[in-house]
């Protein structure tokens, strides 16, 4: 039978069950009917239990709503299997509500997709753990910084640098630290500030990290050139009228020595000319080396081209042929792949080779078995990289730090320029060179394009 009403089905059904009922009471005082009375008690029992089922779809509906929403089962549907305007309307009503979860979670979806390519895109290294080590957020940038591919736990981070992980988590909320950090056998400069949030009643902290290394060599190499600039600038203005003077005078010397030798002794004459003589060497000993130092601050600009990395290195063993051979220094080259090529000055990156070159030469003449190695390779970001090998004794490792700094110089003749001069045109084709050293093993020079 079909009702258009919920409440009149219950009726309907309640006033069926009592008649039901009434027939059944009376076929078991009145009667012998025994089957019918039995099959009369059979339909009130069916009868019960389908006015039960009928009252609760309802309560069934409903619970599965409220299950759809508490486990975000937004797949749900609710359809009319119940007759009249209440369930249509509820059942509406349901579905509405349903569509409205579903439009908020993808408007939530979308925007936290958006978020996550933003954060991966962004040149800032980011890292977000909580209270207990676990890594919830690493972008792109911060794995690209430390050199890793993926991180679960910031204690993984201790295979890679000694002690990192256990700074980054002492590091409080809202302050700003400075980490030296080994990487690639060059150290690098890190700058983090670290921020604390809560998430989810869990405590997070953010690390965003900035490599300052580059930043601080250019500073650095900025001030050594204008404090060059404006010693060279007064000591030339002193200089030049010095040496200008002292030539002048032993010229006129050398032309009125007879007249001279009349009133003077000749005694006191030589002496003139010797101290004369000895202050024009003085002075163009000193403009020389005044010049040397203007070098710091005339690199050109590197002229840009492709350069086989084989002909770079046929052409540096041609160059110090002769060299290796006086001092019987085996040398060696070594290509991985034998195709590698960079893009840079060839004539200034062939002098940062030579001078590496002579310095490892320098560095193993005390060797019984003298070796020096150039190669070259790429690293896991497939950049290329030119290293200088030496068996020599090594660089003692209080003075790795300082053998780039202008004048800093552990060679009796040396001008402490040759590194820095070095270093400063590997900055000016965006790359780093860098060192590591093992006493009495060997000592490596990396240039990174």
Known sequence: MDYK??????????VILSLTITLLVFLLLSTQFWVTSLFVGALGIWQIVALIRYVEKTNTQLTRFL???????F?????????GSGFEELNAAFNEVIRQFQRVRMEKEEHARYLQTIVDHVGVALMA????GQVELCNNAARRLLRISHLKHITDLDAVYADFAAKLSAA???GTYLFKLLQDGGIIQLSVHATAFILHQQHYKLAAMYNI?????????EA????IRVLTHEIMNSITPISSLASTARILLQQDVQDEDVARGKETLSDIREAVATIEKRSQGLLIFIENYRKLTRIPTPQLTIIPVKELFERIRTLMHEQFERYSITFTMSLDPESLEITADQALIEQVLLNLCKNALEAVSGSKTPEIQLRAETDNFGRPVIQVVDNGPGIKEELVEKIFIPFFTTKPQGSGIGLSLSRQIMRLHKGTLSVTSQSERDTVFSLRF
């Open 67 to 73: 299950l759809s929403i508490t486990y975000s089962d």
């Open 129 to 132: 753990f909580n209270s207990e």
């Open 224 to 227: 050594w050139q204008n404090l």
């Open 75 to 83: 797949s749900q549907t609710f359809t009319n299997t119940l007759k």
């Open 172 to 174: 409080s909320p809202g």
């Open 5 to 14: 009403y919920f409440h009149l089905q219950c009726v309907l059904r309640v």
């Open 213 to 221: 290394q580059h930043e601080l060599e250019e500073k650095e190499m």
